[in-house]
């Protein structure tokens, strides 16, 4: 059974900083590329950052230096460091994992963590 279970969200006044966790279990974590997304209230989910099997990472602009994602293989972890915070980052977060293997797409999403940023 797949899991990726996030954890590390919270209160966090503007321009703080926290960090999210991403624990994947029942996958062969290595070869899948990670990502963290978004979802704010009455908006639709969208993409904030990923790392691929090979360790390259592409963000989000609104977040672009200030977000940084990286993976642990050994932990079977995906991290996002969430720094100077800005009230238009609250959302839930959720973690997403996915390789394609001969044109079949393997997908699994987290159950998500909320980011509330306010003063």
């Known amino acids: 059974q797949v899991q990726l279970v996030e954890s590390g969200g919270g209160l966090v006044q503007p321009g703080g900083s926290l960090r999210l966790s991403c624990a994947a279990s029942?996958?062969?974590?290595?070869?899948?590329?990670m990502s963290w997304y978004r979802q704010a209230p009455g908006k639709q989910r969208e993409l904030v950052a990923i790392?691929?099997?090979?360790?390259?990472?592409n963000y989000q602009d609104s977040v672009k230096g200030r977000f940084i994602i990286s993976r642990d293989n050994a932990n079977n972890t995906v991290y996002l460091q969430m720094n100077s915070l800005k009230p238009e980052d609250t959302a839930v977060f959720y973690c997403?994992?996915?390789?394609?293997?001969?044109?079949?797409?393997?997908?699994?999403w987290g159950q998500g963590t909320q980011v509330t940023v306010s003063s």
């Open positions: 997403y994992a996915r390789r394609v293997v001969a044109a079949t797409e393997l997908k699994y």
């Open positions: 790392v691929t099997t090979g360790g390259s990472t």
């Open positions: 029942g996958i062969f974590f290595s070869i899948y590329h």
